[in-house]
């Protein structure tokens, strides 16, 4: 291991004794008898390896034990990280400066101690294809690829080669992006969609084939609560309103929250997404986003209820 501190948190201290690595209470952890200690701190920075940061803090005067007992707390506490990890360590100079933003908020929020490094590795091999509004899928292919993809390409339903794949569905939903689903639910391909459409922002969901809810287990539950749904949706899927009531704000929005979905799922894996079996919500002018639950629907055929072992399994091609 070479230790490092996460870069993503600062060290503060509390009092003369008492050392915090980062800010905020939901990640900092705070330890104390740190005053003789302090000089260990700035060893952590990923170039030694565990023993050389204790040699070295002893030639500062730190008793080997002491060194030992606070990496034990750093580690335990989560501060620590094993940088460069094997991935990392393989990018040029310029690219990882640009990805450590990236990597450091990635790896406070999923706690890992590899500084991002399996991260980076899941992103590199992920492919996103977008279909729809170009205003929204233009804006979350930016942001994808700022965070680590580089296979983000147009829709082109055509699925080969390893990686996992996710398409996301953007804008009006008409019959254009609904064929896009259908194909993918027959294709047993991951997708989420994201509108953005009468001032509303929704993403989700992220349909899981066979395994979660889909854009018509939706239809059929709204059906449910208005008889007239079907007749409403023969024609929304035929006409579209122009200009759409869709601002730079709302467009902004949907596609981080859209890109961050997206992230998560090749990250975490998509389970881990709160747009699985749902949607994120969001209508101005508030800005609040809400989460709404659309559990797959029983009179769908798209699969989780009504016939769960007739496709693979998801995780073959995510
Ligand atoms: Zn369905």
Redesign the pocket.
């Known amino acids: 291991m070479r230790p490092a501190l996460k870069s993503g948190l600062l060290p503060v201290w509390r009092d003369r004794d008492t050392l915090q690595i980062g800010v905020d209470p939901r990640r900092a952890i705070a330890l104390s008898g740190m005053s003789g200690a302090a000089g260990l701190i700035g060893l952590l920075d990923g170039s030694r390896d565990r023993d050389q940061v204790i040699a070295a803090a002893a030639e500062r005067g730190i008793p080997p034990a002491t060194s030992e007992r606070v990496l034990a707390l750093l580690a335990a506490g989560g501060a620590l990280d094993d940088f460069p990890g094997g991935t990392l360590r393989t990018l040029p100079g310029p690219l990882r400066s640009r990805l450590a933003p990236e990597l450091a908020a990635a790896s406070l929020a999923y706690r890992d101690t590899d500084g991002g490094a399996r991260t980076l590795a899941r992103r590199s091999t992920a492919v996103i294809e977008l279909a729809g509004d170009r205003r929204i899928t233009g804006e979350a292919e930016r942001i994808l690829r700022a965070a680590g993809l580089s296979r983000v390409r147009p829709y082109s339903g055509q699925w080969s080669g390893p990686g996992p794949t996710l398409v996301i569905v953007a804008g009006w939903l008409g019959a254009r992006e609904r064929a896009v689903c259908d194909q993918c639910v027959a294709d047993c391909v991951p997708h989420l969609v994201a509108t953005a459409r009468e001032a509303i922002g929704e993403v989700g969901p992220l349909v899981l084939p066979s395994e979660s809810?889909?854009l018509?287990?939706l239809d059929h539950a709204r059906a449910g609560h208005d008889p007239a749904w079907p007749l409403i949706l023969a024609q929304i899927c035929a006409r579209r309103p122009d200009p759409p009531a869709c601002d730079a704000v709302l467009v902004a929005a949907v596609a981080a929250q859209a890109a961050a979905q997206a992230l998560l799922a090749i990250d975490q894996g998509p389970a881990a997404s709160a747009a699985v079996n749902g949607t994120l919500e969001l209508v101005p002018p508030d800005f609040r986003w809400r989460r709404r639950s659309w559990p797959?629907?029983p009179d769908?055929t798209?699969g989780p209820l009504t016939r769960p072992a007739a496709r693979p399994a998801v995780a073959e091609t995510f």
């Open positions: 809810a889909c018509r287990c797959p629907h769908c798209c």
